[in-house]
């Protein structure tokens, strides 16, 4: 550790001199130019071994965001995290589940084989003993014509469904097939008609199913703690999977077999989603047991200048954590995906502390052109690669008031390894945010594209979605598959990190991956414009009339 100390004051002084090449800006339409160089000294100092990966729960973690607040402070952003000072405990657990205790019965007869009872981060410890309804896939959808519920009783009793979405429902709708899709959404949906149990049949027999359990289902995760009010719905008790040879007994004597349901619902000519009572009555028992621990969201204020917009706050974030040491597959869900017995250290340059240095440095720029109308607010999150969690409690348990959080912008992972001439803004098209991300990058002769990874549900799975489920319109950005260079064209700038440098040690400085400074600066600057005009707007933003999302959250 004592060499520790050396390293963190030179970087802290190279992150804060300024760039000796920034020229000054154009007196006809002003457009940042943010330092390459100081991009580089965060990224530099973030994905250092020092950090260690910067899992959630490690020191590593800890020591990065002492070095964000730090920065902060030296920057002039006023801390705005609990108690006057720049953190906010998100309070965490390592789960796993209790395989001793946790038992399923069907009809009395205790399943030895063929189940996997999930924990329970909320309730660590339940059982419920109830009648099984089959409910379809558990899907409530109406505005796209189909509800697994409708007209169906579930009160008191244990729903039965099907993995995945039905065909055609969400053809060509990616972020809604995604959020149907997700096992929170369905659980949430059973308990909010009453269910108190339920149970997934999944594609596998016995023996797949136990080889899940092994590599997944008994490692410990990390969740929310119950006393944050987490998405996932206490009132479902217990939830299981159940493999297919389960399954096919549990529609035993029922009107229709596993098979028959299956045929009905991939009938081409006219698929029919059947729902019925099972003639059976399962007792489902879990414990789950439970390590506390917290991490903290790194949070600060630039106070806006008008005064009645100041109340208004926009909120810029970016992940901190990344996932640590592949040797350690340390507090749950993220994993180093390939091996390298010399080097263990995931040290995530590019997811995200390339994030973070750009949300550093559109603060500066903001401090250096002047306070905006609105007020905006940083936040470094915690624990993103286990589940958005960091995100998640902040949302739901903001420093601010509720009511304050106008929009986010979100920053995760921008693929700064090659000139980009695009840029995704996932969330654009929910939003009059849209309409802002295009004429900021328009400044700098980039073009905001479509999604071109709908099958991958992006705009589901970073921070910013945390925020649009407590009703905030949110972009997520990120760069996209376009080049002047042909080398990097057709996807093959993005997708080659993804397939060559993503969760693995190799996404690191100094070594074969080549991380583009200069192309972080210019993120920041689109990042920055867009900031600037949500602060500076007359008006506060406003989720589109036809937006799923707004119209499920925002209204």
Known sequence: MKYLIPALAGLVLSACMPDTQTSEPEAVAFTPNVSATNIEAHIRFLASDYMAGRDAGSDGYEIAANYVASQMRLLGVEPAGDNGS??????????????????????????????????????????????????????????????????????????VIMQGVPAGVFDGISEERAHHNSGATKRNVA????????????????????????????????????????????????SASVSTDLAERLFDGAEMSLEEVRASIAD????????????????????????????????????????ELREEVVVLTAHLDHIGIISNFMRGSGQCRSGDEEDGICNGAVDNASGIAIMLETARTFLEEGAPRRSVLFVALAAEEKGLLGSEHFARNPTIAHERMVANVNLDMPVIVYEFSDVVAFGSNHSNLGPIASRAAAQLDIMVSEDPLPEQSLFVRSDHYSFVREGVPSLFLMTGFSSPDPRWNEGEGFMGFLNTYYHRQSDQLDGELEVLFDQGAKFANINYMIAREIADADERPAWNEDSFFGNLYGR
């Open 86 to 159: 720049y953190f906010a405990d998100v309070p965490l657990q390592e789960v796993r589940a209790d395989s001793d205790f946790n038992t399923f019965e069907l009809n009395g007869e205790l399943q030895e084989a063929g189940v996997a009872i999930s924990t329970n981060p909320i309730l660590l410890e339940s059982e419920v003993t109830a009648e099984l309804v089959f409910a379809g896939y558990g899907i409530s959808a109406p505005t796209r014509g189909h509800d697994d519920y409708a007209d169906l009783d579930v009160d008191g009793k244990i729903v």
């Open 191 to 238: 308990a909010a008609n009453g269910a108190v149990g339920m149970i997934t049949i999944t594609s596998w027999d016995d023996q797949r199913l136990a080889g899940m359990v092994d590599q997944f289902i008994n490692r410990p995760v990390v969740r929310l703690t119950s006393a944050t009010g987490a998405s996932s719905h206490s009132d479902i008790q217990v």
């Open 268 to 307: 081409e000519e006219a698929p029919l989603v059947p729902r019925f009572d099972l003639p059976h009555t399962v007792t489902m028992r879990q414990r789950t047991l439970s390590d506390p621990f917290s991490d903290p969201n790194v949070v600060g204020m630039i106070e806006g200048s008008d005064p």
